[in-house]
């Protein structure tokens, strides 16, 4: 199971029209995101994402990635890695997170190291609960982040940085090259 497959995270740019909050949080953000997604290609079946907004909770949901306002960013992974990545949103899908607003408040200016997992605190927010997937997986790429303090910006950098980062598109966006 350690064939080599990929694992894309999409991360929101917010345009002028959208929440203030998902403005505010890109305003001091250094890379102007807001949220973040883990994308699982569904190799001819459905994609899906796994993230949660406020107002939700955390779960997979059937995603086209056609939205020119998310910046993806693509690795190369085992099989084993996007197991696990999966088990680990699948099984915190059953468990229905909610949005911890103070969490992703605070996230900004919290140690991290003092943090409690989503599980332990059955609520959460968008980059902490993707920080703990690939954690749960154990990717390289965030094995040095504090769940509890990582903003979507933070898990931005760790991606980009990544030597397992592979271009790849999607359908609809390749149709908008072509325009």
Known sequence: MNRSMTLTLAFFHPLEDDPWLNRLTALVSRNDV?????VFDGGGMQTQ?????????????AKT????????????VTGQELASCK?????????????????????IIHPGCCG??????????CSKIITE????????????LHPSSTTPSML??????????????????MRMLKL
């Open 87 to 107: 088990e680990f949103c699948t099984n915190a899908s059953k468990q229905e997170y909610g949005f911890d607003d103070v969490g992703m408040a605070l996230s």
């Open 34 to 38: 807001c949220h973040a997604e883990l």
């Open 116 to 125: 409690r997992s989503s599980a332990q605190v059955s609520k959460t927010f």
């Open 156 to 173: 931005l950098d760790a991606v980009r940085e990544s030597p397992r980062r592979v271009c790849h598109t999607v359908p609809s966006r």
């Open 49 to 61: 994402a796994f993230s949660i907004q406020h107002g939700t909770t955390a779960s997979l949901r």
């Open 65 to 76: 990635l056609s939205n020119p306002a998310y910046e993806l960013v693509t690795l190369s």
């Open 133 to 144: 997937a690939m954690q749960f997986a154990e990717m390289p790429e965030v094995e040095r």
